[in-house]
């Protein structure tokens, strides 16, 4: 393939190669020139005469130092040759003369040329005044924990550059990468703790980050501006733009930022002890251009927190190191003094299970095991072994999963996910090994990170996913990474064993054995250490060549709750054992692993319980000749636990059931009711209107007017309660379609405006200049806005005044306020008002007709859609009524 053919097609089948320092492009708000070792300008943007008033045609092969000066110039070579050493950070105003136009000029090596960058000084207003940024930046370099420093650095990033989201994003060692910490708007959505799969950031995306650090994309949608020529005509290569600020973007990456509804972009590289630690990501919905004064603002920030991450795990790694030193020095005393250093180390409480952190240890010699605590089988381990052996040259072995890392073995199960293994002899092999059980738990991914592409037919390419939706992964069959110092002492363990036997497996292979034989001979249980203890214990042992686990012992609380005497006789053989007691058959199974475990068990003295069950391994030491293993089966009591779980869904399901009723009850009530009030308010208004004729008397007409106001109130209680009765806290449903706040205002101050009149009272509603949009029913929102206006013109004296005011929009919740200039509420009154049918207790507002259910519904409704309701008055001045919506209820204003 030529070099053409490699610029114009990428690859997307093998996006670990896209080359993407080499794509031929910049991004069009900048404009670029590239200059050989003499200073001849050899390559540049085709948009040259946007900027310096010259086509490409004139600007090629002429010296920089005639296009910018000979003073620009000379900085430009000077700050190129820095770059080559570091980072090219260094900006510079210029104001070119034959366009006028003042540009931010950077200047970098790259390749044998050199490149300079020039962006317009305008395209951004100042930066406003803010507040210094020492004391943030010193509370980062001092926190002591990594992640509060992490959310610190995205705070004050966001506080700088104005982005609509900040994250600070880890790798971990697979470099998948995690949120770890994020500052946002509130219109955007959370990415924090969410897993991005390694492809997202391929490996040559990740090598720029360590070389340029900062990386800024001002609009996805803007057309990318050309190199001309494409090829260096005096190499015939490409023009490397790996450190060009305004490298252009790949076309996986452009549409990998659209996909998540990103226009803008900058990236800041985090870089510890020389390493890609992580990136501090800026992301914005409209195009956005970071002034360079800005720019190095946040870059401190960057440094700060690399500071802090790299003074942190030094911190932390030299604690564990401490740690595994003074174990590592422990275990030469009781190496030095013992008469059976094996079991000492392997056995003992001053052994190596209590020095590092793990759940079990082993140690494998031809074919004996001596082991203690959570470990595979023995015959896994000898297989394991000869794996370890086998390979050439690597003494030691870590890993996280042995299920992924072992392929040729059957994983071992939760108990013993992950292993620290050190080969000490291959010709028995011999090795020493720590295992680390499952750390079970769910792993939030950004989108399905098994397609972390798609095949788009219509590009005939393959494209980045189209979904970040959170996508649960369980995991399965991994353990916690292991420390550094852990690996460390295993290694070191496997030495001194490797000294202190003299490079004899067969000496080890023979203590094990006398070990084997001492175990398996001491036959009496300390009784009394187990009957002091809070659960349920079963003792179980396979003594030396007979492979059958049989109980041994049980301890005083197994006996209470199954109700055996002292003197019973137990069945020996465990599975009998189980099934004698009703206890999980799985107890007896070696290949299961999947503890702990809570079965339902019927006690003779008790009754229904429940008990999650656990298997421990105390020892095992296997020789040629058999061996001995005991282990503990352990019972704990979750009853009340269960019966708490289950109380609590008996009574949710109560509730439900309760709830549906009283819905269905007053949804029948309403209909029975209704009819005949609507009969009843229909004839009293022909009686009223004399439809058929004169009634006669006048007086009749006035108790059909009478029978009529007070049908009508009797309707409206009924709907009230009907509203009231289908309220539920934060149980609203999404609206179908965006509601206009300010739309429904001017309908609700309509429909009040002839009662205002009527009475001379003044509403005043100033509408802003701009429209908000809420994710709300719109029967909601008029039922709120109705019924508080109407309450307002109400309770207002004729002459009087309500006022409406909007605030707390732009990123906040919103906030509505209503205001009359009414009688007021007494204080006695206050702590009532949103209670059903309370009226307050002054002559005017008992004359006032109403049904005394109109601020209940409001604050049904607004709890209903995660809002709040709050009231101020002041007796004989007038009330103020407050309406709060969460900030995710908007949806947008401007």
């Known amino acids: 393939m030529d070099v053409i053919d490699q610029v114009g097609r990428i690859n997307l089948d093998a996006c670990a190669r896209e080359p993407i320092h080499i794509l031929g492009n910049i991004q069009s708000h900048g404009a670029l020139l590239a200059a050989d070792g003499a200073g001849v300008v050899r390559q540049c943007s085709s948009n040259l005469q946007e900027f310096l008033g010259l086509l490409p045609a004139e600007a090629l092969d002429r010296p920089l130092s005639t296009l910018l000066g000979r003073g620009i110039a000379t900085w430009a070579d000077s700050t190129a040759a820095d770059s080559e050493e570091r980072p090219p950070l260094k900006v510079r105003r210029h104001r070119i003369a034959r366009t006028g136009l003042t540009v931010w000029l950077r200047a970098h090596r790259r390749g044998g040329m050199t490149i300079v960058e020039m962006e317009r000084a305008e395209v951004m207003a100042p930066a406003p005044d803010s507040p210094d940024d020492r004391p943030a930046l010193s509370r980062i370099l001092h926190e002591r924990n990594l992640y509060r420093a992490c959310q610190d650095a995205a705070d004050l990033v966001q506080a700088v550059a104005g982005y609509d989201r900040v994250m600070v994003y880890m790798f971990h060692p697979d470099m998948t990468g995690e949120v770890v910490a994020e500052a946002r708007s509130r219109s955007m959505a959370s990415y924090l703790g969410l897993r991005y799969p390694a492809s997202d950031i391929p490996a040559q995306a990740r090598r720029l980050y360590l070389e340029a650090r900062l990386r800024q994309v001002v609009d996805i949608h803007s057309l990318p501006v050309p190199i001309e020529p494409l090829l260096n005509p005096q190499t015939g290569q490409p023009l490397d733009l790996g450190l060009a600020h305004l490298r252009s973007l790949s076309p996986v990456h452009i549409e990998y930022l659209a996909n998540m509804g990103v226009t803008a972009s900058l990236t800041l590289s985090v870089i510890v002890d020389g390493a890609l630690w992580g990136l501090i990501a800026c992301h914005h919905t409209q195009p956005f251009w970071l002034d360079p004064d800005r720019q190095q603002r946040i870059c401190r920030v960057a440094d700060a927190l690399a500071r802090s991450i790299r003074t942190a795990t030094r911190r932390l790694d030299a604690q564990a190191t401490r740690q595994a030193a003074r174990q590592f020095a422990r275990l030469q005393r009781v190496v030095a003094r013992s008469r059976s250093p094996l079991e000492d180390i392997i056995l003992s409480r001053q052994g190596l299970l209590n020095a590092i952190d793990a759940d079990g240890v082993a140690l494998v010699a031809g074919r004996s095991v001596l082991s203690t605590g959570a470990v595979p089988e023995a015959d896994w381990l000898r297989q394991f072994a000869r794996i370890l052996a086998d390979r050439a040259g690597e003494a030691s072995f870590v890993s996280e999963c042995l299920g992924r890392d072992v392929p040729d073995l059957p994983a071992p199960g939760p108990a013993a996910s992950g292993c620290i293994a050190q080969l000490i002899d291959p010709a028995g092999p011999v090795v020493i090994a720590a295992f680390a059980g499952e750390v079970g738990g769910t792993v939030n991914w950004g989108g399905n990170p098994d397609k972390p592409v798609e095949w788009d037919p219509a590009k005939g390419r393959l494209s980045p996913r189209k979904s970040f939706e959170l996508w649960k992964q369980q995991l399965r069959g991994h353990t916690r990474p292991w420390r550094r110092a852990d690996i460390r002492l295993i290694a070191d363990v496997g030495r001194l064993l490797t000294v202190d036997q003299a490079g004899n497996p067969d000496g080890m292979v023979r203590e094990i054995e006398r070990v084997s034989r001492r ?12 009957d002091v203890l809070l659960d349920g214990i079963v003792l179980v042992a396979s003594i030396r060549d007979d492979n059958e686990m049989k109980v041994h012992a049980v301890n005083r609380l197994f006996r209470d709750v199954f109700g055996i005497s002292g003197d019973k006789r137990l069945p020996h053989r465990l599975e009998t054992f189980l099934e004698t007691f009703g206890l999980p058959p799985e107890l ?58 289950e109380a609590l869904m008996a009574a949710r399901q109560q509730a439900i059931s309760a709830m549906e009723q009283q819905r269905k009850f007053i949804a029948a009530a309403s209909h029975e009711l209704r009819t005949p009030l609507n009969a009843i308010i229909g004839f009293s208004e022909m009686i009223q209107m004399q439809t058929f004729g004169p009634v006669g008397d006048t007086r009749y007409q006035e108790y059909a007017t009478d029978i009529l106001n007070a049908g009508r109130h009797l309707l409206d209680l009924i709907n ?35 009662q205002a009149r009527a009475r001379s009272i003044a509403v005043v509603w100033e509408e802003p200049p701009y429209r908000i949009l809420l994710d709300m029913e719109a029967r909601a929102v008029r039922q709120i806005l109705l019924n508080l206006l109407s309450n307002a013109v109400k309770f207002t004296p004729p002459g009087g005044q309500v006022s409406v005011v909007l605030g707390g929009h732009d990123g906040e ?17 206050m702590e009532h008002v949103f209670e059903p049918f309370f009226r307050a207790g002054n002559v005017y ?3 006032t007709e109403g049904t005394g259910l109109g601020l209940s519904i409001v604050r049904a409704l607004m709890e209903a859609h995660g809002g709040r309701v709050s009231l101020r008055s002041r007796y004989g001045q007038g009330t103020t009524l407050r309406i709060t919506l969460p900030s995710w209820r908007l949806q947008w204003h401007g």
């Open 519 to 530: 175990l398996g001979g001491e036959k009496q249980v300390r009784r009394e250490i187990l």
């Open 720 to 754: 009230d309660i009907l509203t009231l009765g289908r309220m539920q806290p934060g149980a609203a449903a999404a609206a179908d379609a965006p509601v206009c706040l300010n739309d429904e205002i001017r309908q609700a101050l309509r429909m009040v405006e002839d």
């Open 845 to 847: 507002t008992r004359s």
């Open 588 to 645: 007896a199974d070696p290949a299961f692993t999947d503890f702990p475990m809570t079965r339902e068990v019927w006690s003779s003295r008790r009754g229904r319980r429940w008990f999650s069950f656990d298997r421990r391994t105390v020892f095992n030491a296997q020789g040629e000749s058999g061996g001995t293993k005991l282990a503990l089966i352990c019972l704990y009591d979750v009853t009340a636990y269960k019966q708490a779980e």
């Open 813 to 829: 919740d919103l906030w509505l306020e209503i205001s009359d200039t009414g009688i007021g509420i007494a204080e006695a009154d």
